[in-house]
């Protein structure tokens, strides 16, 4: 009875615990604008499954003209990343415009699963249209042509232009070295960052695990604008859930003009048999 009652315990079986999976993690890098942090808001509410644990987050300080140190920008950038590699977690990162550039150097010196730029400013701003950022501090070229009119518009310092080109001259080169699979997009009526400026930097990447889609119409804030921003959202997804750039060698129909031209060669071979038999002489 007792020897009985023992052997339970001793089978009894242990749950183990197991620690839940933890979510991918998206890391934002937002480009040279007053929104800031606030131009991917469409990305936290289009995620509905919550599939990703987003992250936005400010790199500057558009009301201290001060703040105006790009390394410092980049700085905080990097302590964000950090911070999720330290948890051992699977990043993401998405660099919009200057954040494109930044999200590309921290791809070099951190441990990012996959990288997508949408516009990087990898080359510097239309010429035409530097006069306009430097007197309005590209307040209304990085807005949205539909904001309310009345409502005063916050500025960008002017010191923080100077900063901008400092470090999109400082961290463009970095592309060149990124190993982890890379996704562009780009508008083709982009009217800050010209679209040779993905190009250019497409080519530059020195493995095959990237892609660069053109959007038609789309403009340089790709995700508000209202033709293609829904477009480049299900481009993104497609692209972390390994539709896009998997890296697993895909089986292909048999090529169909192959296979007839074999079967060409074989009947004119076959006729060529039956002729030569027919003409071989009887002894």
């Given at each position: 009875?007792?020897?009985?009652?023992?052997?339970?315990?001793?089978?009894?079986?242990?749950?183990?615990?197991?620690?839940?999976?933890?979510?991918?993690?998206?890391?934002?890098?937002?480009?040279?604008?007053?929104?800031?942090?606030?131009?991917?808001?469409?990305?936290?509410?289009?995620?509905?499954?919550?599939?990703?644990?987003?992250?936005?987050?400010?790199?500057?300080?558009?009301?201290?003209?001060?703040?105006?140190?790009?390394?410092?920008?980049?700085?905080?950038?990097?302590?964000?990343?950090?911070?999720?590699?330290?948890q051992k977690r699977e990043i993401y990162l998405i660099g919009f415009s200057m954040g494109g550039v930044i999200a590309s150097y921290l791809a070099t010196v951190c441990p990012v699963k996959k990288l997508v730029l949408l516009a990087p400013a990898f080359q510097y701003i239309h010429l035409e249209n530097i006069a306009s950022l430097i007197t309005k501090?590209?307040?209304?070229?990085?807005?949205?042509?539909?904001?309310?009119?009345?409502?005063?518009?916050?500025?960008?310092?002017?010191?923080?232009?100077?900063?901008?080109?400092?470090?999109?001259?400082?961290?463009?080169?970095?592309?060149?070295?990124?190993?982890?699979?890379?996704?562009?997009?780009?508008?083709?009526?982009?009217?800050?960052?010209?679209?040779?400026?993905?190009?250019?930097?497409?080519?530059?990447?020195?493995?095959?695990?990237?892609?660069?889609?053109?959007?038609?119409?789309?403009?340089?804030?790709?995700?508000?604008?209202?033709?293609?921003?829904?477009?480049?959202?299900?481009?993104?997804?497609?692209?972390?859930?390994?539709?896009?750039?998997?890296?697993?060698?895909?089986?292909?129909?048999?090529?169909?003009?192959?296979?007839?031209?074999?079967?060409?060669?074989?009947?004119?071979?076959?006729?060529?048999?039956?002729?030569?038999?027919?003409?071989?002489?009887?002894?």
């Amino acid at each position: 009875m007792f020897k009985w009652l023992s052997s339970l315990f001793s089978k009894k079986e242990k749950k183990e615990i197991s620690s839940p999976v933890q979510k991918p993690v998206v890391i934002t890098i937002h480009g040279y604008g007053r929104r800031r942090k606030h131009e991917m808001d469409n990305l936290l509410l289009w995620d509905k499954e919550q599939e990703f644990e987003i992250v936005q987050f400010h790199m500057y300080d558009i009301f201290d003209e001060k703040d105006c140190d790009w390394m410092l920008w980049v700085s905080r950038a990097k302590e964000v990343v950090d911070s999720y590699a330290m948890q051992k977690r699977e990043i993401y990162l998405i660099g919009f415009s200057m954040g494109g550039v930044i999200a590309s150097y921290l791809a070099t010196v951190c441990p990012v699963k996959k990288l997508v730029l949408l516009a990087p400013a990898f080359q510097y701003i239309h010429l035409e249209n530097i006069a306009s950022l430097i007197t309005k501090g590209a307040a209304s070229l990085l807005s949205s042509s539909s904001e309310k009119k009345d409502i005063k518009e916050v500025e960008i310092p002017r010191p923080f232009y100077g900063a901008f080109m400092d470090l999109v001259k400082a961290l463009k080169k970095y592309i060149a070295y990124v190993e982890c699979p890379v996704l562009f997009i780009h508008g083709d009526a982009d009217e800050v960052i010209p679209l040779k400026s993905s190009i250019n930097a497409f080519e530059k990447i020195k493995h095959q695990q990237k892609k660069l889609f053109i959007l038609h119409n789309g403009h340089h804030r790709l995700l508000t604008d209202e033709q293609v921003n829904w477009e480049c959202f299900q481009i993104i997804m497609l692209f972390f859930h390994n539709k896009i750039l998997h890296g697993e060698v895909i089986e292909q129909a048999e090529d169909i003009l192959e296979v007839m031209r074999k079967e060409h060669q074989t009947e004119q071979h076959d006729e060529a048999d039956t002729i030569k038999k027919e003409v071989e002489p009887i002894i």
